[in-house]
C-alpha cells in the first residue's frame, strides 16, 4: 500500500509499505477514504525528530472502512463506515472508567513515561504506524473505532477523530462562567473549532487573536472578535487592547491553541535546532531531560487571563524544563487545564451536532483536499501557511 512515511527534518514522502493484518484478536483493520494533516504532525516534521524512525508512516486522524475484524471485536463487521480516534484506549482500564483514555493503563508507553499510545506519532507513544496510508491496522478496535452512518461526504464525520473532540475539551476545560468571555489564542483548525464551539455553547464574548489574514478572516465570518498580533507594537499593547473590551481586567479564560510551534523563544529555537544536530539517541536523551518549548503563547495567555481566571492548553508542549513564571500564576491565582483530547469522553456530546444543520461548519471547514501522493507539497504548504491553508484533508 501507499503511505507518508518520515524520513528526516521535513522530508515527508510517499512510500511503498507492507499492508496492515491483524495480529490481536482486539485489531481490525479499515480502509482509510480521508485523513486529515494536523498541527501537531508538524511537531514531527520540523522538532521532534530525535524519536522518529525512518520510515514510520504519519497521520492520526481517519476515516474510513472496515475491511477485517479480530475475533474479540464484536460490535464491527466488514463494511462499516468508522471514524478512529488518534489515540489508542481498551476503554475498560481504570483510567479510561473514569473518562481519560488518554491515559488508558492498557497501551501507555511506560518504558517512555507516556500516556496511551497514539497513531503516528514517534516512538515516544508506541511507533505505531499512522493513518496517512491507504489501511491501518487498528488496535483496541473493540473500543475506538466510532460507527457514523453512510450517506455524508467523509468530512461531516472525519473530525470526530480529533479536531472536534479536541476543541471541545479545550473549551470545557476552559470553564468559562455564564455570561463570560473566552480568548483563543492561534486561529488554527484547533483554535478556529473551539471559537465555534463556544460560540455554539453560547459564550457571550468570543475573541480570537493570530497573525495570518485567511485565518483571521475565516474566524470574523462566524461571530468572533478577532485582534491581529501584526497591528500591535509589541505584547504589552494587545493585551491592553483586550483588557479594554473585557472590563479592564482580561478575559475569564483563555485557550492556549499554539503550543511549542509559537514563535518568540531564540534559546528554545536554537536548542531545538542543536539537538537536531547531534546523534539520534543523544537528541533525544536532550529533548526528554533538558527539552524547552517557545513559550510565547503560554506566557501570552498567562499576561491576558485575568486574575482567577482559566487557562486551557490544547496546544502541544514537550519540553522536559520549561521555564514557568510561578510568581505571576500564583499571585493571580490562576487554573491550568491541559492534555491530549479524551476523545471518546466528548464524542457522544458531539455526535448530535453533526447533522445536516451542520451548525459547526465541518462540511466546509477544510480549505484543501488533496490526493494522498501529494502530501509532501501539503506539509510544506501547511507549515508556511501558504495558499490560505487552514485544513488538509488527504485521500488516499
Known amino acids: 500500500m501507499k ?13 511503498d509499505v507492507p499492508d496492515p493484518r491483524i495480529e490481536e484478536p482486539t485489531d481490525a483493520v479499515i480502509r482509510v477514504t480521508s485523513t486529515g494533516l494536523c498541527g501537531s504532525d508538524l511537531h514531527l516534521y520540523e522538532v521532534f525528530g530525535p524519536f522518529m524512525t525512518p520510515g514510520d508512516i504519519l497521520g492520526h486522524e481517519p476515516i474510513g472502512i472496515v475491511e477485517e475484524v479480530g475475533a474479540q471485536v464484536p460490535d464491527l463487521r466488514p463494511g ?6 488518534f489515540q489508542i484506549a481498551c476503554g475498560h482500564c481504570w483510567m479510561c472508567d473514569r473518562g481519560l483514555p488518554t491515559q488508558c493503563e492498557t497501551t501507555q508507553v511506560a518504558d517512555e513515561g507516556s ?20 489501511y491501518l491496522r487498528v488496535p483496541q478496535a473493540q473500543f475506538g473505532p466510532i460507527k457514523v452512518p453512510e450517506g455524508p461526504p467523509d468530512d461531516r464525520f472525519l473530525y470526530l477523530s480529533d479536531v472536534l473532540p479536541t476543541a471541545w475539551q479545550a473549551v470545557a476545560y476552559a470553564d468559562v462562567p455564564r455570561g463570560g468571555s473566552l480568548a483563543v489564542l492561534g486561529l488554527g483548525p484547533i483554535g478556529e473549532m473551539s471559537c465555534r464551539i463556544a460560540l455554539h455553547q453560547g459564550v457571550e464574548r468570543v475573541i480570537g487573536i493570530d497573525l495570518v489574514p485567511e485565518r483571521l478572516g475565516r474566524a470574523r465570518t462566524r461571530g468572533v472578535e478577532v485582534f491581529d498580533l501584526t497591528a500591535y507594537d509589541g505584547q504589552d499593547e494587545l493585551v491592553a487592547a483586550v483588557r479594554e473590551v473585557t472590563g479592564g481586567r482580561g478575559p475569564d479564560s483563555v485557550i492556549d491553541a499554539v503550543g511549542t510551534e509559537a514563535h518568540g523563544s531564540p534559546v528554545a529555537k536554537a536548542q531545538q535546532q542543536i539537538a537536531g544536530l547531534l546523534p539520534r539517541a543523544w537528541a533525544a536523551r536532550l529533548h526528554q531531560k533538558a527539552g524547552a518549548d517557545r513559550l510565547a503563547a503560554l506566557y501570552l495567555a498567562i499576561d491576558l487571563v485575568r486574575r482567577g481566571g482559566t487557562i486551557s492548553l490544547s496546544g502541544v508542549y514537550g519540553g522536559a524544563a520549561d521555564p514557568l513564571p510561578m510568581l505571576t500564576l500564583f499571585d493571580k491565582q490562576i487554573q491550568l487545564r491541559m492534555g491530549q483530547a479524551n476523545v471518546r469522553r466528548w464524542t457522544g456530546e458531539i455526535l448530535p451536532l453533526l447533522t445536516d444543520d451542520d451548525p459547526l461548519g465541518v462540511d466546509t471547514f477544510a480549505t484543501h483536499h488533496v490526493p494522498l501522493s501529494d502530501a509532501p507539497h501539503a506539509y510544506r504548504m501547511f507549515q508556511h501557511k501558504e495558499d490560505g491553508v487552514s485544513k488538509v484533508v488527504m485521500r488516499p
Do not use: I, N
Open 3 to 15: 503511505a507518508v512515511t518520515w524520513h528526516g527534518k521535513r522530508d515527508v514522502r510517499v512510500e
Open 115 to 134: 500516556g496511551a499510545a497514539l497513531f503516528g506519532y514517534s516512538r515516544l507513544y508506541g511507533s505505531v504506524p499512522g493513518a496517512q496510508a491507504e
Open 80 to 85: 462499516d463506515r468508522v471514524v478512529v480516534p
